[in-house]
């Protein structure tokens, strides 16, 4: 694989904290919502419908909420009919963008995507112009603990595994989205705890940014899982450890 989604690990260490939980149940309530209107509420009838749960489940996420958002999908309660589209731009530095959204209003998200673009330097982009730089991929994390990078590396790849990317406390497991919930189901038999299963979207090639324009795109990616209407951000930037660690901080 090219490249690794730097703001995946960035993203998953802060928003880590209790304070960004009720966001992500919100995102999550809406793609269970459309995922059982498109495909019924039977999870195993239900593929789409299953992965998502599965990052439900690894989030914690209240069966109340999770049961409530299936409902809503199916009709059984009364809810709010969300539309799926996808967005794409360039942050500073001619970082490459796609921002994936669930909305009941195209218009309203539509401008407050390009607005959030252009306040952090960016710019919107056609349909296509960047989106053939990512690929999709099944996406896990597992507690390192005390594995060496080698020994995490055997697990992953044993288990079925495509990819696999090792930091200080976290194994990034990357797989053949059709072998999402294999790979997911062998990691378990292992004695492993799956902190993330979903599907993610993994650029192909990356572009190194650095200072002033590190910063802002690590804003401008921060704004944009913040708006309500996003469910998911994806950009081909790849920055040093030392932004990182700076990013962290922040």
């Given at each position: 694989m090219s490249g690794h989604s730097k703001w995946s690990t960035i993203k998953r260490k802060k928003w880590a904290q209790d304070?960004?939980?009720?966001?992500?149940?919100?995102?999550?309530?809406?793609?269970?919502?459309?995922?059982?209107?498109?495909?019924g509420g039977d999870p195993e009838m239900n593929p789409?419908?299953?992965?998502?749960?599965?990052?439900?489940?690894?989030?914690?996420?209240?069966?109340?909420?999770?049961?409530?958002?299936?409902?809503?999908?199916t009709g059984e309660l009364p809810g709010t009919s969300y539309e799926e589209t996808h967005y794409e731009g360039y942050a500073p530095g001619g970082v490459a963008v796609v921002v994936e959204v669930l909305t009941d209003n195209k218009n309203r998200t539509v401008a407050e995507i390009r607005h959030l673009l252009g306040k952090y330097g960016g710019s919107m982009a056609e349909h296509g112009a960047v989106l053939w730089n990512f690929e999709q991929k099944g996406y896990m994390t597992i507690p390192r603990g005390d594995m060496t990078e080698d020994e995490a590396i055997e697990k992953a790849i044993e288990a079925g595994a495509d990819d696999v990317n090792v930091d200080s406390d976290f194994v990034e497991v990357f797989t053949d989205p059709q072998e999402l919930h294999a790979v997911g189901e062998a990691l378990q038999n292992m004695g492993f705890t799956l902190d993330t299963q979903k599907f993610m979207r993994i650029p192909k090639t990356t572009?190194?940014?650095?200072?002033?324009?590190?910063?802002?795109?690590?804003?401008?990616?921060?704004?944009?899982e913040e708006q309500e209407d996003v469910q998911n951000v994806y950009a081909n930037f790849d920055i040093t450890d030392e932004e990182m660690a700076e990013a962290m901080g922040s």
């Open positions: 304070a960004k939980r009720g966001q992500i149940f919100s995102k999550l309530a809406k793609e269970i919502s459309v995922a059982a209107r498109l495909g789409r419908l299953r992965t998502v749960l599965l990052e439900a489940k690894s989030q914690n996420m209240p069966k109340d909420n999770v049961d409530r958002a299936i409902k809503k999908g572009v190194q940014v650095e200072g002033s324009h590190a910063q802002s795109v690590l804003k401008l990616m921060e704004a944009l």
